[in-house]
């Protein structure tokens, strides 16, 4: 059912006509599976919309155990032919914009309906063939047809709020009254009133201009793409109802909100391309001004501490800058001890994926040396880099896990019983790690550390766990402390900052785990992998 698509056509064509495209515009708010103006519209994570009621019954989704919580675990399959992916239910809640929008327009047309009682016209229904719309849940079988009233506009609008107008159904005009401008003057007095009272709804609350490439969070929310991968370099929380999000920031699986998209592009046109123009302007003006400061060091992991002691005098340089910017942030990054080549880099001093540090805490020495406590926020990967008064700048990009849906679809392909069984006779015991549950995967450390506690192993003393803190519970940090307490070799622990997923995290620990066990690491010594 990607009856959407067929909305498309009228943002194609230069200006639009409030009485010649009556019907597309109506069509513009008819939910394609129901054909009703949109009930409570839910946008899915595909960014096609449908009333909340039309959704398809949902299941209890196989083979997820991470993230572990009930509203997850249920889900259904997507009812939309450019998609049919399965959603978690989490992801699908009420499209608070489009929501407010088909309210403001309900009442609107309320308010026509009671002043134009003149004027009747009959409507008559005619079908489109278009075979990417054979299953829209309203079928024309006979053409129906009704004598309404008002302008084409306000008649098709209740065609379609008595259920007898198919998403994909045409629409013939018969007059039945004499007049040279047919309804033309209702028309455009109407589309203006709805118009005006919907105009504000679609400015996005974190820059208040007009939405450009709307993108739907989980929660409802809807924001320009560009603002939200903003807000979400700081925290992945919805700027307006500060839930956590579960989608990438960098929001390269999350499609545009397609109805609104299309109803923006039919309204206001004009608008949306100067918009589009001052964007793209702005963006071009910040080029430039993206190099970060790079300290060529050691390994750091996002959210975990990482101490330094500041005596070199380029360094000093450097973080006293960093501490004069808001955000007192720079990247750290490992050295290239082994002169790997680092992707399009090639063969530098560093590595090229790293840690942005936050300096939280910096004691200034007298003598001009500095110790600085920092956390880590996030990993990015080097573009280029230059030298700038001594030290290493460069320009990076943000690198993030893949989105929760995506990390649950290949938890549930990996640990489909059927792939299970073929892989078991023959393959290798760090093979077989693949097809354990993420949860499973988090348990082979967490049970490691419990009886390497118990066996006083002196790489978790105390003094490590007063400055590491103790394992985090949450699978995606879990990785990330075990690497900053086990002594094992910066070349192990480095394979954590390219990984894109959390089990791929979890699969390199239960490795460590693996392999440390088969040293019989259990006396305690230290040994490097
Ligand atoms: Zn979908
Ligand atoms: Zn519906
Ligand atoms: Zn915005
Ligand atoms: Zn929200």
Redesign the pocket.
Known sequence: MSADASVGALSERTGFDAYRDARAIIRLIQCSRCSYPLRVPVTLPCGNTICRMCLPRSHVRAGISYPANQERQEGFTCPFSDCTKEHSLADSNPDVVLGKVLELIGEEVAKCKTESSEKPMLLEEQAVVHPSMASSGLQFDRPRSRVLHGGRLLATYTFAEMGELAFNSDVIYKPLYDDEDGGLALDMMLLDRLKEVVRNEFD?Q????L??NPVTTPCGHT??R??LTRVLDHSLLCPLCRRSLSISPALTNEPNNERICRILATICPEHLASRTETVTREEQGALGESQVPLFVCTLSFPSMPTFLHIFEPRYRLMIRRTLETRTRTFGMVSYNRTREPQGNLGTVEFREYGTLLRIINAQMLPDGRSLIETVGVSRFKVKDWSILDGYVVGSIDRYDDISLVEEERIEAAETDPARRSNANGSSSPTAQLDHLSTRDLLDIGMNFIRRMRDNSAPWLHQRVLEAYGYPPEDPALFPYWFASVLPISEHEKYKLLPTRSVRERLKITARWVRRAESQRWYSGTCTVL
């Open positions: 996005c974190v820059c208040y201009a939405m450009l924001f320009c560009r603002c």
